[in-house]
């Protein structure tokens, strides 16, 4: 037997088969099978080379053990169905006290499978297994249901075809040459097998690896035998196959194949894609055959099935087609297990089930539905599925149904056997029923002829366009997660279980996905197109892929140019509003080349809709986006009401509860002496006071309301407590609560409500209290972000004439504290108190005076004193750094203003190139005007924030920040 090495897979692919015919054509008589696991794909790339196949065979692995079946007389031999495996194990699971007999043991049961299929393969000895304490229970478990399986196994029946012809291999069976080009193989078991028939055989193993530590190559270090490595020396794969995946990364000098092509979403990015190959094969007079494109997953495929079938493009996928019948049965199941009369509406509307295909009365169903929520169901008389208690009493109600209900068409033989070969004497429930059809239900495919000259779509594990002699090949979805793909640590077994039990664990998963990306990489030396996106459809940004940083790093890339994409006449139907128009409709024609010509912008306001009165809130929300603004204080669009109470009116209640308890923590003198067993009390009488003069208790039938009025005592009394703390040991107390504050600007008057104001001495401090975490980011209040807290501040001290103190922000949400302390300890109740931290920044003046017991760390602000330096340090501002603040802040305000007096409403909302800052400014996530601005990728573009930190602009050593 010998090992084939080497990472150039397709040269060495192509070698073996060149050789091989050469070979066979001498000696005609001798058999040259290769094992591989798409024959059709091989079967191409031979035809490149030869005419005839006459002592060639190209067949898959399971294919060769049924050959070798056949050899020997084995026909009375069969391998355990998945069915078997699931009745097999459900009834070991509940005839036993297992821990696995549990209500979702149907999940359970499908990854047990593939568990058990993993320890056959790899022959697992569980007697040589030392296993921790906390995975005995469970190993041991899995292992006593797999061995039980196994000696449940029925008489002729193997739970593998290996098991079987181990010991019938002989003499008989001898002087053929195998070559396995297949990763299929590298499993113990079917290594073992592969030994033995290499015993009276000529055998060939082709393994993608090399003899270095990259981890690309561990999946296959243990099954190297006779090895031998032909190196074909061209430069490019050479440096591609010695570097990546490694920590080197050396640049290659000369020109490569690698191409880039980058667009703002994955379906613009197959656009893109389809349209470069469309115009190569128009410009350089190329074939279909000539084009490969690599994707990830069934996402992309589904994008580039219909973009191909959209320019009339053949290719090599059967598309899916939807299996209506079996979705009746399914749905008809679903009903049964949860009586959802929404889930009867579903059925009654795949419009196959007889009497039910006429549209006016399924629309007169519908409506009265709506009307009554209620909705006859049909079927109550004719099927009692209650009296179904095994599989095959379920099954046969299914071909009951199918053939009294369900309209006759060519798909209902493919369904009945499907129910008639579902059978068995297990007991099942109906939900354990439906589970079970959803899992192993049959899929339809379209009867399509493939054409002689199709493009090819192929996944990361068909590395086949080398053979095939694809002149060029695109790798599309090369985003991080996505390209290579991400590696879970969930299920039964976990990744240290799998490392303990000596099998492949995720770091094997990993090294197989990097070496088929290496086996994608190798096919071409021509054009390699590297594809990848910035954004999803609906704007979260998408990041490049590791892969593709690593392959900038070593080799120079071309760029293609994607700019005239949308200008192709193909795409008429599919983007019409950027391509040919229907002479036929003018006016939706002119409203067209209005929106090309404003890049889906309005124009801007001809006359103002906006009164000279601002707030800071209107200020904010103009700042993030003029759009929004206008639509929700222009020309005043409200959202629907949501019947549960929403975070703004939370908000008034936890507002109304703190006024009205401020007596308790006024002051630290006060607060020294609080009753505490009163305040749950008082917490309750003024939450129930808010919602009696509110008239809100109709809105308390609504449950979930009933919760959020519960959770909401509950945050408040810890609130309570905390401020009454926190009032202990601070010089300050409380001067007003719910303050008015009003200011005139030179152009507009602004006004607004401070929650609480505090004063010591010559200075003011003012805290606002959110229901949610809210802190203060200077970079981004410079650029107009969280601003309201700033005005409050600078008009309250300007007005007061007093020095600004601090602004902090108060979160009332309950915090959940994660304790070190063991169960029989006593927690410190400091140790609550410092979740409560406010955010904020405080004046480096009155540090102590707000926390008078400040010690190493305060437990009221961010603040804590550093020995070597001999200062606090923290969200620590000096009163200069807080007057250049605000006077940026003013600043950026009347800008805000002026565009606001021009009528400026863009649809360009705030945004981010940092993931982390877009997420904080970005207004797109939770708006509800979405639908009416139709932010469109192709033309609206985010307004960019500066991402660097700002902070600098406030010191008192930078002149002339501006």
Not at 662 to 669: A, G, V
Request: net charge negative.
């Amino acid at each position: 037997m010998k090992t084939y090495c080497g990472l150039e897979y397709s040269l060495k692919i192509k070698n073996t088969i060149t050789e091989t015919i050469k070979t066979a054509k001498k000696t005609p008589f001798i058999n040259y099978i290769f094992i591989v696991d798409d024959p059709l794909f091989f079967e191409e790339a031979f035809f490149k080379y030869t005419d005839t196949l006459f002592n060639i065979q190209i067949i898959r692995y399971q294919d060769l053990l049924k050959k070798i079946l056949r050899f020997y007389h084995l026909y009375q031999y069969e391998e355990l169905t998945r069915l078997e495996k699931i009745l097999i194990i459900k009834n070991l699971i509940e005839s036993s006290n297992n821990l696995f007999n549990t209500d979702n043991k149907m999940e359970l049961i499908y990854e047990l499978i593939e568990i058990f299929d993993l320890f056959h393969l790899e022959q697992i000895e569980y007697s040589q297994i030392n296993l921790p304490s906390a995975s005995k229970e469970k190993i041991t478990a899995i292992i006593n249901l797999y061995q039980s399986l196994n000696k449940n196994i029925p008489q002729h029946k193997c739970y593998q075809y290996e098991d079987i012809l181990f010991d019938q291999i002989d003499e008989n069976l001898s002087n053929n040459h195998y070559i396995f080009i297949t990763d299929k193989i590298f499993y113990q078991l079917r290594f073992q097998f592969i030994n033995k028939l290499a015993k009276f055989n000529d055998i060939t193993i082709l393994i993608n690896d090399y003899d270095d530590s990259r981890n690309l190559n561990t999946p296959f270090k243990r099954f190297h035998k006779n090895d031998y490595y032909t190196d074909f020396n061209h430069p490019f794969l050479k440096h591609l196959n010695t570097y990546l995946f490694s920590l080197q990364s050396p640049k290659y000098l000369s020109n490569s194949p690698l191409h880039s092509l980058i667009q703002t979403t994955p379906k613009a990015q197959i656009e893109s894609v389809v349209l470069n190959i469309y115009q190569n094969i128009v410009d350089k007079n190329k074939h279909y055959h000539d084009f490969a494109i690599y994707y990830p997953n069934q996402e992309y495929l589904d994008l580039l099935i219909e973009t191909l079938n959209n320019f009339n493009i053949p290719h090599n996928i059967k598309k899916t087609l939807v299996f209506k019948e079996m979705d009746a049965c399914l749905l008809w199941l679903k009903y049964c297990c949860n009586n959802d009369d929404n889930d009867l509406l579903d059925l009654l509307d795949t419009k196959i089930i007889n009497g039910f295909i006429d549209y006016n009365y399924l629309d007169m169903i519908k409506k009265r539905y709506i009307e009554t929520g209620y909705i006859k169901n049909p079927f109550i008389d004719k099927y009692d599925i209650s009296n179904c208690h095994i599989l095959t009493e379920f099954s046969d109600m299914m071909i009951n149904f199918i053939n009294n209900e369900i309209i006759y068409n060519q798909n209902q033989t493919t369904l009945i056997n499907f129910f008639k070969n579902l059978r068995g004497e297990q007991f099942f429930t109906i939900k354990e029923f439906y589970n079970l059809v959803t899992k192993l239900k049959p899929i339809l495919k379209e009867d399509k002829k493939i054409y002689n000259d199709h493009l090819y779509l192929l996944n990361y594990n068909q590395c086949y366009s080398g053979i095939l002699e694809c002149s060029y090949i695109y790798l599309v979805g090369v985003n991080e997660t996505i390209v290579p793909v991400q590696t879970k640590d969930t299920g039964i077994l976990l990744d240290h279980d799998y490392r303990i039990l000596n099998l492949p664990d995720l770091n094997h998963q990993i090294a197989l996905n990097q070496n088929s990306i290496l086996k994608v990489l190798n096919s071409n030396m021509n054009f390699i197109a590297i594809c990848f996106s910035n954004a999803t459809i609906d704007g979260q940004p998408l990041l490049k892929s590791s892969l593709y940083n690593q392959l900038k790093t070593m080799f120079n890339f071309t760029s293609i140019d994607i700019s005239n994409d949308y200008l192709h006449y193909s795409l008429k139907d599919k983007l019409y509003l950027l391509g040919g128009k229907d002479p036929n409709y003018k006016f939706l024609n002119n409203m067209i080349n209005h929106y090309k010509q404003t890049n889906n912008q309005p124009n801007n306001l001809t006359q103002s809709l906006f009164s000279s009165h601002l707030s800071p809130s209107k200020l904010e929300t103009y700042n993030a986006c003029s759009y929004k603004y206008f639509n929700q204080y222009g020309i005043k669009i409200y959202p629907f009401k949501d019947p549960t109470f929403q975070t703004n009116e939370i908000g008034t209640i936890v507002h109304y509860v703190l006024e009205k308890t401020k007596t308790l923590f006024c002051d630290n003198k006060t607060a020294m002496n609080v009753d505490f067993s009163q305040i749950n009390q008082l917490v309750d009488q003024y939450v129930d006071e808010y919602i009696n003069l509110n008239e809100l208790n109709e809105r308390l039938n609504y449950g979930t309301n009933n919760f959020i009025i519960t959770m909401i005592k509950q945050d408040l009394l810890n609130t309570v407590i905390v401020l009454i703390n926190q009032m202990k040991i601070t010089d300050f107390k409380i001067i007003g609560n719910e303050v008015e504050v009003k200011r005139d600007y030179s152009n507009f008057k602004f006004s607004g409500i401070v929650d609480r104001v505090d004063q010591y001495d010559k200075y003011l401090k003012i805290i606002d209290y959110k229901s949610s975490n809210k802190d203060l980011d200077i970079s981004l209040a410079i650029q107009g972000f969280n601003i309201q807290i700033l005005l409050y501040l600078d008009t309250l001290t300007n007005q007061m004439k007093l020095e600004k103190g601090a602004l902090l922000y108060f979160n009332t949400k309950k915090r959940i504290l994660a304790s070190t302390m063991k169960i029989n300890e006593t927690e410190s109740a400091n140790n609550f108190f410092k979740l409560y931290k406010m955010n904020g920044y405080v004046n480096e003046e009155v540090i102590e005076e707000i926390d008078n017991q400040i010690d190493k760390e305060s437990s009221i602000i961010k603040a804590k004193f550093v020995k070597k330096d001999d200062c606090y340090k923290g969200n620590i501002l000096s009163s200069y750094s807080f007057e250049r603040l605000l006077a940026y802040v003013n600043k950026h305000i009347e800008k805000l203003y002026q565009e606001i007096l021009s009528g400026k409403i863009s649809i360009n909302p705030k945004g981010s190139d940092d993931t982390t800052t877009h997420n904080k400014i970005n207004p797109c996530t939770y708006c509800k005007y979405q639908s009416l601005c139709n932010y469109d990728v192709f033309y609206n573009e985010h307004t960019l924030v500066d991402n660097n930190n700002l902070e600098y602009l406030i010191k008192e050593d930078v002149n002339n920040a501006d």
